[in-house]
């Protein structure tokens, strides 16, 4: 594996095939019942309420955390920087922002695989009732999805913390990142969720974070960090789309934050049947009409919609 850095714009640099295979857990494919069974939940529901997590995203390159034996927390002793971190710490501010500057270029190159797509797809052929996201690495969007509520929110874009200024893009402010450190270079062969790598401190030690270019206070991506809550005006309104919904399909998550299970709970008041597609066990599975252990691209696209 090779890794390179330029001075505008750091790029890690993965073999195509590899960066695709190496964080989908071992799996085996759908039989023929489970795939008539799916059909057949899918077929039955008019207004279908979908709930996706990192799992379908790891079929297109981008590393989850979760996953049995290739997710971050099984690779490595490293854990996502807790929002009091980034707040209160300069020097973890600045950590997460050098991090975050060297692994921009390939996880915003990510794109949409045929799960993505495939719900895209059902979209324009009326199935889709809403579907919410735990992702927040746009895939959806690149597919076409619209009907979509992004429950942790999306790293293509940056607020203000102080001040609440959203005028630039993620994208916008790698270029400001980049004229603020001319000459500020860095290496690492790896990428983890949420377009985190890992520096060392020697690395970190020149690099300026950008600060906020309305008031020069402290930026960060428009995302929900770990330690951090999830909006409760978006929550209620996800619970209001859920309640007009008439069946639930989970696809890719573990459903382990209760930022997400809380709706398989909300789906069991309203009487909901609810069906998921995800490798291994879920906290949802007590609670699933049918559960299905395979990779999503193995056999959401199969469904044909009626």
């Not at 790293?155 to 102080?162: E, I, K, M, N």
């Not at 978006?234 to 696809?251: G, Y």
């Amino acid at each position: 594996m090779m890794k390179q850095v330029h001075r505008l714009f750091p790029k890690l640099f993965f073999s195509t095939l590899a960066s695709k295979e190496i964080y989908i857990p071992q799996y085996r494919e759908p039989s023929s019942d489970e795939i008539n069974k799916l059909q057949e939940f899918i077929s039955q529901s008019k207004r279908l309420f979908i709930i996706s997590g990192a799992g379908i995203s790891t079929e297109s390159g981008i590393p989850d955390y979760r996953s049995e034996g290739v997710g971050l927390y099984a690779r490595t002793t490293n854990r996502p920087m807790m929002y009091q971190e980034f707040l209160t710490n300069p020097k973890r501010y600045r950590m997460y922002w050098a991090r975050n500057y060297v692994g921009w270029p390939t996880f915003s190159a990510f794109q949409p695989n045929q799960t993505h797509k495939t719900f895209a797809n059902w979209e324009t052929q009326n199935k889709v009732f809403w579907h919410v996201t735990q992702n927040v690495d746009s895939l959806l969007t690149k597919a076409g999805c619209e009907l979509l509520s992004e429950l942790h929110g999306c790293s293509a874009r940056v607020v203000c913390v102080d001040c609440g200024y959203k005028g630039i893009t993620r994208e916008q402010l790698q270029e400001i990142i980049s004229k603020d450190n001319p000459v500020w270079t860095a290496q690492s062969n790896t990428i983890n969720p949420d377009a985190d790598v890992y520096l060392t401190e020697e690395q970190l030690s020149d690099f300026k974070p950008p600060r906020c270019p309305q008031c020069s206070g402290r930026i960060r991506p428009d995302v929900t960090f770990f330690g951090a809550n999830v909006d409760r005006g978006l929550v209620n309104f996800i619970k209001e789309q859920l309640s007009k919904s008439d069946a639930v399909l989970v696809a890719g998550s573990s459903l382990e934050v209760m930022s997400s299970y809380r709706f398989i709970l909300a789906a069991q008041e309203f009487k909901l049947p609810i069906a998921i597609v995800n490798i291994g066990k879920t906290r949802g599975d007590p609670a699933a009409k049918l559960k299905i252990s395979t990779r999503c691209g193995s056999i959401l696209p199969l469904i044909k919609m009626n």
